[in-house]
Structure formats: C-alpha cells, structure tokens
C-alpha cells in the first residue's frame, strides 16, 4: 500500500542541474521527515538530505551542501531534491525515503525503485 515513486534521473554534464521528485502514497505524508539516499556501485549507501515533516529543518550531508537543496510540497505529497552543480562523483541510483532512527545512516530498505543519476562529460 505504501508506494514511493522517484523519477527526474539522468544523464547531466558537470556543473550541470538535475531536480528529483519523489511522489509518495499510503501514509500520512505530512507527519513524517523524508531523505534522499544515493548509493554507487563499490560505495556505502550515502544520506545526502533530510527534511523535516513540516519542512521547518534539513540536515544536508557535507558532501553535497552549497549544492543541493531538499523540500517538499506537503499537499502535493511530493519530496524534490535540486542537484545543482553536479560532479562525476555525485553519479547513484537516488532513493527517497522516511528515515529510520538514525539519521546518520541509511535505512535497511528502500520501499521505492530509485531513479539513476549519470554525470558525465
């Protein structure tokens, strides 16, 4: 019942933009914080944003702030992530989710598909 659809992936240049959306059905979205996940082939699973229920606060991981930027469209159920700036290192399935417990780490499942981001010149 629950359904997490990502989709905005894709092929971008260095220093180029990409914007990820994440529709979300099956709960109550608006009581629950929702993070963005990437993770690479030969990486660890990588927290890069979190943001909370109302919107009010975000966490952003160092490797990515300045440069993308999380919210979220509450009547729209719907979590984006603008990825500005992107390097050949920001390349990762993306993954949208509800944190679990701790915020510091992935959680132990993704309930969505992930949608592929490539940079490259």
């Known amino acids: 019942q629950v359904h997490l659809v990502e989709s905005g992936g894709g092929l971008a240049q260095p220093g180029g933009s990409l914007r990820l959306s994440c529709a979300a059905s099956?709960?109550?979205?608006?009581?629950?914080?929702m993070g963005w996940y990437r993770q690479a082939p030969g990486k660890e699973c990588e927290p890069v944003a979190i943001?909370?229920?109302?919107?009010?606060?975000?966490n952003i991981a160092d490797s990515v702030k300045g440069r993308f930027t999380i919210s979220r469209d509450n009547a729209k159920n719907t979590v984006y992530l603008q990825m500005n700036s992107l390097k050949p290192e920001d390349t990762a399935v993306y993954y949208c989710?509800?944190?679990?417990?701790?915020?510091?780490?992935?959680?132990?499942?993704?309930w969505g598909q992930g949608t592929q981001v490539t940079v490259s010149s």
């Open positions: 099956g709960f109550t979205f608006g009581s629950y914080a």
């Open positions: 989710n509800v944190p679990g417990d701790d915020y510091g780490t992935c959680p132990y499942d993704f």
């Open positions: 943001i909370a229920s109302t919107g009010g606060s975000t």
